[in-house]
């Protein structure tokens, strides 16, 4: 018999425990010219999510700050049963990490009505003190990863030996592919699904924060 590992839950933020996807959202409202074509190339992966992401907001001036912190804040829609889930994990001592690649002005608001302490929530941060909005990369990929992520999903998950821990990512869409490969269990959504899928990954789809609580209660995803 072995010793039952600890779980860890790593979960997304945008288009995860939002419906969509903020960064997305806020590029599309204030439609800088040329935008469509950076989100295609980071989907496509032709380009790295941290350049991707940077040159977005490079392209709105600090001018708009208000108006973009509000947008962001105002049009996003917290996916169901994400109150219950973090309840949940505090119940069943499963540690929660949030690791998006969201930015601070939105993550931090969105999140402040849920209980999870602040050493738990990674993203990216923003300076407004110069005339075009500058992304800033706190976490910042440390070796072995080499995928330019911007705020680091892997470098995050690897401080977690598997020796130890269950390592559980909740994710959607590119942001999450790496880290994917690396978890014990997925929970998906979106392209995340296609991903695991093509990769044989371990994994279960999911649309509301129930369906995870649900699989967990119900299935031992141990290995
Ligand atoms: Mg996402
Ligand atoms: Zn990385």
């Avoid at 300076?127 to 705020?151: A, E, H, K, L, V």
Wanted: charged letters at 20%; a negative charge.
């Amino acid at each position: 018999m072995s010793v039952q590992k600890r779980r860890v839950i790593f979960c997304d933020f945008d288009g995860t425990i939002t419906e969509n996807d903020n960064i997305v959202s806020v590029i599309r409202h204030f439609n800088p010219p040329g935008w469509e074509e950076i989100v295609n190339d980071v989907i496509q992966e032709r380009k790295s999510i941290r350049q991707g992401v940077g040159e977005m907001f490079a392209m709105l001036p600090t001018s708009l700050r208000n108006e973009v912190v509000q947008y962001a804040i105002s049009q996003a829609c917290i996916r169901p049963g994400f109150e219950q889930f973090v309840q949940f994990c505090q119940t069943e001592e499963i540690e929660l990490y949030v690791t998006s690649g969201g930015i601070d002005f939105f993550v931090y608001p969105l999140l402040k009505p849920y209980q999870i302490p602040s050493d738990h929530i990674y993203c990216n941060g923003s300076d407004f003190t110069g005339d075009s909005i500058r992304i800033t990369w706190p976490y910042y990929c440390q070796p072995p990863c080499t995928n330019d992520c911007g705020m680091c999903k892997t470098t995050i998950v690897r401080r977690f030996p598997e020796e130890e821990y269950e390592r559980i990512v909740i994710g959607d869409s590119v942001t999450d592919f790496a880290a994917a490969k690396m978890a014990e269990f997925v929970y998906a959504r979106a392209q995340l699904i296609e991903r695991c899928d093509e990769l044989q990954l371990p994994y279960a789809p999911f649309h509301t924060f129930y369906d995870i609580m649900e699989h967990l209660t119900h299935s031992n995803t141990h290995i």
